[in-house]
């Protein structure tokens, strides 16, 4: 598959219908989708592990207007934002339609629970593997085992694991050997999201690529520093950058 290099991540030009039907024609094949936002781009951009780690994945979308905007700048490439948040929906449609099962790690105590009553409710005969909410530091302690332990043992199609990059896609990673014909799905605030503990932006903010000023608003205390401090900075470096390597070409004899 053709992809675009954004930052030090190549990201697949696929629509969310068609990453459904990637799904969808392989759920027996298992695989691994990373939801690139700005904030992933920038990380992988800093740092070789970590954009290893991304490269690992089967599938890399653009989650963030900026990271679709450089893609057209710097190649012409048209991308369409994929979130984690709406393929949280459209995967979990599928799983139903197909008799998959789903499994939620995620959120604080009772959000994967409310997470998987609400999609149940909207996505009739959905299968639920299971759902977790790890404590925090779980990753560096004798948790994991336990953790990971129980996806293997529910035996899930779809794994949704909603707990921050990078943590989500490490914990993906030492998922996959053990159940590897899992699909996987870092999706961020895609759980709570999913159990309304928070709201989306109205879908006029998100085409204008300021969704991230409502999550702000949201959540200014865990949000303002890598939003406004890290964040915003790299989003401008990179798409100036993606500017003057397209006007670059361009003058190329």
Same mark, same amino acid.
């Given at each position: 598959?053709?992809?675009?290099?954004?930052?030090?991540?190549?990201?697949?030009?696929?629509?969310?219908?068609?990453?459904?039907?990637?799904?969808?024609?392989?759920?027996?094949?298992?695989?691994?989708?990373?939801?690139?936002?700005?904030?992933?781009?920038?990380?992988?951009?800093?740092?070789?592990?970590?954009?290893?780690?991304?490269?690992?994945?089967? %599938?890399?979308?653009?989650? &963030?207007? /900026?990271?679709?905007? +450089? !893609?057209? @700048?710097?190649?012409?490439?048209?991308?369409? #934002? *994929?979130?984690?948040?709406?393929?949280?929906?459209?995967?979990?449609?599928?799983?139903?339609?197909?008799?998959?099962?789903?499994?939620? %790690?995620?959120?604080?105590? &009772?959000? /994967?629970?409310?997470? +998987? !009553?609400? @999609?149940?409710?909207?996505?009739?005969?959905? #299968? *639920?593997?299971?759902?977790?909410?790890?404590?925090?530091?779980?990753?560096?302690?004798?948790?994991?085992?336990?953790?990971?332990?129980?996806?293997?043992?529910?035996?899930?199609?779809?794994?949704?694991?909603?707990?921050?990059?990078?943590?989500?896609?490490?914990?993906? #990673?030492?998922?996959?050997?053990?159940?590897?014909?899992?699909?996987?799905?870092?999706?961020?605030?895609?759980?709570?999201?999913?159990?309304?503990?928070?709201?989306?932006?109205?879908?006029?903010?998100?085409?204008?690529?300021?969704?991230?000023?409502?999550?702000?608003?949201?959540?200014?205390?865990?949000?303002?520093?890598?939003?406004?401090?890290?964040?915003?900075?790299?989003?401008?470096?990179?798409?100036?950058?993606?500017?003057?390597?397209?006007?670059?070409?361009?003058?190329?004899?």
């Amino acid at each position: 598959m053709d992809t675009v290099r954004v930052g030090a991540v190549r990201i697949s030009p696929l629509r969310e219908s068609e990453v459904v039907r990637h799904v969808e024609s392989g759920w027996d094949r298992g695989g691994w989708i990373v939801t690139a936002n700005v904030d992933i781009v920038r990380a992988a951009t800093r740092s070789p592990e970590l954009a290893g780690l991304v490269g690992e994945a089967d %599938l890399v979308v653009a989650d &963030g207007m /900026p990271v679709v905007w +450089a !893609a057209k @700048l710097s190649s012409g490439a048209t991308l369409e #934002r *994929v979130t984690g948040a709406s393929l949280v929906f459209s995967l979990t449609e599928s799983a139903a339609r197909a008799g998959r099962s789903v499994y939620l %790690l995620g959120g604080d105590p &009772g959000v /994967p629970e409310a997470a +998987a !009553a609400a @999609l149940g409710e909207r996505f009739l005969g959905l #299968r *639920v593997a299971g759902t977790d909410s790890p404590p925090f530091g779980f990753e560096r302690s004798a948790a994991l085992a336990e953790v990971t332990g129980r996806i293997v043992e529910a035996k899930p199609d779809l794994v949704l694991v909603s707990l921050g990059f990078p943590k989500q896609e490490q914990l993906i #990673r030492a998922l996959r050997p053990e159940l590897p014909s899992a699909w996987y799905l870092g999706c961020g605030a895609g759980i709570p999201m999913a159990a309304g503990q928070f709201r989306r932006a109205p879908e006029v903010v998100q085409r204008l690529g300021a969704e991230w000023l409502h999550r702000l608003a949201l959540e200014p205390r865990r949000l303002a520093r890598r939003y406004l401090h890290d964040d915003t900075p790299f989003a401008m470096r990179l798409l100036t950058g993606a500017l003057l390597r397209r006007a670059a070409e361009k003058v190329e004899p």
